[in-house]
């Protein structure tokens, strides 16, 4: 069964850094986009950031530029997000979520992914 756990979430203060992890199960990584999404509380959820890993090629939302940094450890069947310069505005709940090949021209296209995790929570605040 094909399945996402994220983790690494937690409390943090403004300007700290957390790395979130999204673990597959049941299939692996090699043709396949990880998207990470976060919903904050009233808001609808909006896509962080994209690898595609049969190019390599990464994708990141105007607020997650130049703080964020996605990855992925194939070995691990493991993406992760690194986030650095934390904001409050940073505080939701983060998903990550995968889309087979080929691939939505728009990464940050929610309907083309075909698994989702449950979701980890992220809170940015002193």
């Known amino acids: 069964q094909e399945q996402l756990v994220e983790s690494g979430g937690g409390l943090v203060q403004p300007g700290g850094s957390l790395r979130l992890s999204c673990e597959a199960s049941?299939?692996?990584?090699?043709?396949?986009?990880i998207g990470w999404f976060r919903q904050a509380p009233g808001k609808e959820r909006e896509g962080v950031s994209c690898?595609?890993?049969?190019?390599?090629?990464?994708y990141y939302a105007d607020s997650a530029k130049g703080r964020f940094t996605i990855s992925i450890d194939n070995a691990k069947n493991t993406v992760y997000l690194q986030m650095n310069s934390l904001k409050p505005e940073d505080t939701a709940v983060y998903y990550c979520?995968?889309?087979?090949?080929?691939?939505?021209?728009?990464?940050?296209?929610?309907?083309?992914?075909?698994?989702w995790g449950q979701g980890t929570q992220v809170t940015v605040s002193s």
């Open positions: 979520a995968a889309e087979r090949w080929p691939y939505n021209i728009d990464w940050t296209f929610q309907a083309e992914y075909d698994w």
């Open positions: 049941g299939f692996t990584l090699d043709y396949y986009a």
């Open positions: 690898i595609r890993n049969s190019d390599g090629n990464t």
